[in-house]
């Protein structure tokens, strides 16, 4: 097996899209070498605990109402390419992602990483959940089979706060500056959605390395 970490953040649509062509790479290759882990890298690490109005949030970030337009006009046609019919005009707010990082770990460690994950993306993108609540990030941990009684126990103190927010500064000290960032066998950083020929070719290429 080969290890596929990937630093993401469940706000960046770019994160969901790379997803989105991984997912369906790996469902091409059943018999890929991956064994995929998801660690934290905040866009925001700033963003205030309670998040903030989405619109002011984009206006503010990309210089204007304009500049926000233009700045989602590639993401919104690189989600349809892959296959992803996200509800921007859904999403009131933008939250500060510190619990639902938290919650991903917490994940991990029951084996339940990636559906939590896929969760996250799905709640945010599509249904326009605030994913900042501890009440929806409750919902989605019951939805993955995990407890959400302990989960909402967990949000409630500061239980791995500063883990999450060591592994989001190691991330950066190692060069990440932005994410979907994948690294292939603890070696080979590949930064970006790549699209799902390019994983295609790198399972071929793993699979052939380990046949010969």
Avoid at 12 to 36: M, N, V
Avoid at 66 to 95: S, W
Avoid at 131 to 158: F, H, M, N, Q
Wanted: hydrophobic residues 40%.
């Amino acid at each position: 097996m080969v290890k596929l970490d990937i630093m993401s953040d469940p706000i960046c649509p770019w994160c969901y899209i790379g997803k989105s062509y991984l997912d369906r790479a790996l469902e091409q290759a059943p018999d890929h070498p991956f064994t995929i882990e998801w660690h934290p890298f905040q866009l925001n690490p700033e963003m205030p605990a309670e998040g903030m109005d989405r619109r002011e949030y984009l206006e503010g970030k990309f210089g204007g109402k304009d500049g926000a337009v233009k700045a989602y006009m590639p993401v919104a046609e690189h989600a349809q390419k892959a296959g992803l019919d996200l509800n921007l005009d859904g999403i009131r707010r933008t939250p500060n992602t510190l619990d639902a990082h938290r919650l991903i770990h917490w994940a991990g460690i029951e084996g339940r990483q990636t559906a939590v994950v896929s969760s996250l993306f799905r709640a945010y993108f599509k249904e326009g959940r605030d994913i900042g609540e501890a009440e929806v990030l409750g919902d989605i941990a019951d939805s993955c089979g995990l407890d959400a009684s302990i989960i909402l126990r967990l949000l409630a103190s500061d239980a791995d706060r500063e883990e999450i927010r060591g592994r989001d500064a190691a991330a950066r000290e190692m060069g990440v500056t932005s994410v979907p960032t994948f690294i292939i066998g603890g070696q080979h950083a590949v930064p970006g959605a790549q699209p799902l020929e390019l994983w295609l070719k790198v399972i071929a290429e793993m699979t052939e390395s380990a046949a010969s």
